[in-house]
């Protein structure tokens, strides 16, 4: 199983990236896939969630900004980030897990736990 994040960048803040995490080993739309980001010196914060049905939850800081999707085709997980601003800069990393109900309350208690795979991360920079 092989998780594998890319499209980060350097932007302006305002500025929209979409970063994808394309998933090798299994089908990922039968999983809990998730999005998460750590700053440096800063706790790892999850982002979004997608579950098999294509519900998405975020947390509120990304709400309305962000877009979780998934290409089921090509087995890949999308975060689309528009209206960037500078605190969204982070490391940002893909998982995924069999944890019912996915949604991003439940999954950031324990996502170590309910999240058995995850992507080496890609780097996204905001420059304001």
């Known amino acids: 199983v092989q998780l594998v994040e890319c499209g980060g960048g350097s932007v302006q803040a305002g500025g929209s990236l979409t970063l994808s995490c394309v998933v090798a080993?299994?089908?990922?739309?039968?999983?809990?896939m998730a999005w998460f980001r750590q700053a440096p010196g800063q706790e790892r914060e999850e982002v979004a969630t997608?579950?098999?049905?294509?519900?998405?939850t975020y947390i509120e800081s990304v709400k309305g900004r962000f877009t979780v999707s998934r290409d089921n085709a090509k087995n890949t997980l999308y975060l689309e980030m528009n209206s960037l601003k500078p605190e969204d800069g982070a490391m940002y990393y893909c998982?995924?897990?069999?944890?019912?109900?996915?949604?991003?309350?439940?999954?950031?208690?324990?996502?170590?736990?309910?999240?058995?795979?995850w992507g080496k991360g890609t780097q996204v920079t905001i420059s304001s």
């Open positions: 998982a995924s897990g069999s944890v019912s109900p996915c949604d991003v309350l439940v999954v950031a208690a324990h996502p170590d736990q309910v999240l058995q795979d």
């Open positions: 080993g299994y089908t990922a739309t039968r999983h809990c």
């Open positions: 997608i579950d098999s049905d294509d519900v998405a």
